[in-house]
């Protein structure tokens, strides 16, 4: 008797295109978008950039592409980033706003990865010739690596309301931000409302194979445009995926709910575990803190028995739903988890 399939609960971003998506690639219309003459980009471009309440917007390869643009526009070299200590512009983009922009991180803790309103007035100080100023705040919603914790609306507002008052301009990583509307059941625009730019990832719950979308006004659109060119991220007939990307926003988006009751699940199974902390999951991601085990070890016999889990660090586990596990398979992983763990 064959091995039952794997469960891969490493990312989202494993998930591959649907059935309808590969129909889209396949009769995608296209053009040269590097001369903005694509006409699905086009229409992705305008449907992301409504639906957020921006504008204007720019398809780009990437999250971190796009986070790393919205840094290079919004602020000049020698200036610092406020943004949360396990962010992923500070922890998973390989200190590119150092590399490419001249900035550095200036890290706050936020018990739930949200930075507030009250966070970034603390980090306000006197203006002088000796130190580096503050030039751009990130907000990540859901946040990642706090266990797909998210932030409302007024959280939001507040928070970047505050970041305004002190003449800083505010961009949100919303890579998931899908995730956070639904687990709200509020608008997207509503999350970002009064943000300089905004960005969100098509390739994770939504399935699509490739791609994010950046928001902002025209004019910083139009600025963006040049640095995505300057990064390498001028691609030609990219219809064919953001086609893909097309389907993830006008099917994938409701569904996101199935993924956050899966992932409620897994977290109530770890709960009960001996030795293990882990949050309540509020949309599709589980943090687990070991207290004895090895994150490593422990992820190597999780794999083992069929599975695969992220490791992200020597005492941390990540574990996240999507579409491509349903809910026997996570019923199965919670099992595994169980006899693990026991």
Request: charged letters at 20%; hydrophobic letters at 50%; glycine letters at 8%.
């Amino acid at each position: 008797m064959p091995p039952p399939a794997l469960v891969d609960l490493r990312s989202d971003t494993v998930t591959r295109p649907t059935p309808a998506m590969r129909r889209a690639m396949a009769e995608a219309e296209v053009g040269d978008d590097v001369y903005g003459e694509d006409p699905t980009v086009v229409r992705l471009q305008d449907q992301v950039a409504a639906r957020l309440g921006f504008e204007a917007a720019l398809w780009v390869p990437t999250g971190v592409m796009a986070n790393e643009i919205a840094i290079r526009i919004l602020t000049r070299p020698g200036q610092e980033v406020l943004a949360e200590e396990r962010s992923h512009v500070v922890q998973f983009e390989l200190a590119g706003m150092a590399v490419l922009s001249g900035v550095m991180p200036r890290i706050a803790r936020a018990e739930d990865g949200h930075l507030t309103a009250d966070d970034i007035r603390a980090a306000r100080r006197p203006a002088s010739y000796m130190r580096s100023d503050l030039g751009l705040v990130v907000l990540e919603n859901t946040h990642n690596f706090a266990g797909g914790t998210v932030a409302d609306g007024a959280l939001m507002r507040a928070a970047i309301a505050a970041a305004h008052d002190t003449g800083v301009p505010v961009h949100v990583d919303g890579a998931r931000l899908w995730n956070a509307a639904v687990a709200l059941g509020a608008p997207l625009a509503s999350l970002v409302a009064g943000a300089d730019p905004a960005m969100v990832t098509l390739s994770k719950g939504l399935c699509a194979p490739a791609g994010s979308v950046l928001v902002s006004s025209r004019a910083r659109i139009d600025e963006a445009r040049r640095v995505r060119k300057q990064f390498g991220g001028g691609m030609r007939q990219v219809g064919i995926l953001a086609a893909a990307g097309l389907v993830g926003v006008e099917t994938m988006v409701d569904r996101l709910a199935e993924d956050h009751v899966n992932a409620a699940l897994l977290a109530q199974a770890l709960a009960g575990c001996p030795g293990v902390q882990v949050r309540p999951a509020r949309t599709n991601i589980v943090v687990a803190e070991l207290a004895q085990r090895s994150a490593p070890d422990l992820a190597a016999e999780l794999a083992g028995r069929g599975v695969l889990v992220s490791v992200m660090d020597a005492r941390t586990l990540r574990l996240v739903t999507h579409h491509d596990v349903n809910g026997e398979d996570c019923a199965r992983a919670a099992g595994v988890l169980l006899e693990v763990l026991a």
